[in-house]
């Protein structure tokens, strides 16, 4: 298929975009990993013509930012760079939707990847919907402190970009709100976006067990690199939200 002229396939371009969905899905990494370079490829032979129908396997893609297999994480990483350049709307409404997903880590990697699209394309940061602020307000409940953390960083990028929050801001608890206020004016620095279209943390992410760590994440992996403040130096500023005492800040190492 991949081998036919684009004027060949274009007519069929939904049906595939459907089938290629499901298999997707399949739980044999390898299939699911050859799905998503068959994907990749359709969109940079077929680009315009695939636009109209990524909402097809968006879905699925999101849910394989929580993969197990680095690999596909991977991959799904760079694909979602991929649809973001055809239809931020698309995107962000699917990261919307999987913030709530069961796995935690597809969670996660949801906020995440609202953090590499606001990062790369401020304009949709600046015109993101209250619906959307809400659902992200929601994470800071989250019963995973690493994913509160990852939200709290998502915040704290829209308020850096002058982003106007009141109406979500408003929903949450007093300690929360007082410790996203703090994180707002830390020194701690901002995550930025790779090349690769990981998400670099500039705090301590925690990992279980008590422990933290510094931190690539998802849209990166973990200790890809050593993170760094605005000075430089390897920071050692973290930030969580807790369940009682919501957002705190302060200098613990991992």
């Not at 990993?33 to 699925?60: C, M, N």
């Not at 919307?96 to 990697?109: I, K």
């Not at 300690?175 to 670099?200: H, I, M």
């Amino acid at each position: 298929v991949l081998q036919a002229k684009p004027v060949v396939i274009a007519p069929h371009v939904s049906d595939l975009m459907l089938f290629l969905s499901g298999i997707l899905d399949d739980t044999n990494f390898k299939i699911s990993l050859t799905t998503l370079h068959i994907i990749e490829q359709l969109v940079g032979k077929l680009r315009e013509h695939v636009k109209p129908h990524i909402s097809l396997v968006l879905g699925t893609l999101v849910t394989k930012l929580g993969d197990n297999k680095i690999v596909i994480r991977q991959a799904s990483v760079k694909l979602l760079t991929e649809f973001m350049a055809l239809s931020l709307p698309a995107v962000l409404d699917a990261l919307e939707t999987n913030l709530a997903h069961a796995n935690w880590h597809v969670r996660e990697q949801c906020v995440n990847g609202c953090i590499a699209l606001f990062s790369k394309y401020p304009a949709t940061a600046a015109e993101v919907s209250e619906k959307l602020l809400a659902a992200l307000a929601g994470v800071l409940k989250d019963t995973k402190k690493r994913v509160r953390q990852v939200a709290a960083e998502c915040f704290t990028v829209l308020n850096a970009m002058g982003v106007q929050m009141g109406a979500a801001m408003a929903t949450l608890d007093p300690s929360v709100a007082a410790g996203l206020q703090e994180r707002f004016n830390s020194c701690a620095g901002l995550p930025r976006v790779l090349d690769n279209g990981y998400v670099e943390h500039c705090v301590s992410l925690d990992t279980g067990g008590g422990k933290r760590q510094k931190s690539s994440e998802l849209l990166a992996e973990p200790d890809a690199v050593h993170p760094r403040n605005n000075s430089g130096s390897t920071s050692g500023a973290g930030a969580s939200v807790g369940p009682a005492t919501g957002v705190t800040s302060g200098a613990k190492r991992a």
